[in-house]
């Protein structure tokens, strides 16, 4: 008696190699473009930041406080004096 013969629905499914080295480089490409965009996106957020009046205020006071607090820092210290 002979087995019946499975149809190809039955069968378990598998990628041939070629079909998997498809699939993978089209991940690995799809992924390449996210990354650039990413990185595009991080760019144009950098330079955005760069010309943002509120921010660059922001900034300019707390370097300036920080400047502040180095100088006070520096008359606390004790001092060395030659001759």
Known sequence: MEKPKMSSSH???TLRP???AVVLAIGLGLGGVA???AQ???ELYQT???YD???LA???SVEAAQY???QARGLRLPQIGLG
């Open 11 to 13: 069968r378990h499914p």
């Open 18 to 20: 070629r079909a998997l």
């Open 35 to 37: 990354r650039v965009q």
């Open 40 to 42: 595009s996106l991080q």
């Open 48 to 50: 955005a930041r760069g």
């Open 53 to 55: 009046a509120s921010y």
């Open 58 to 60: 922001t900034r300019a």
């Open 68 to 70: 502040r607090y180095d």
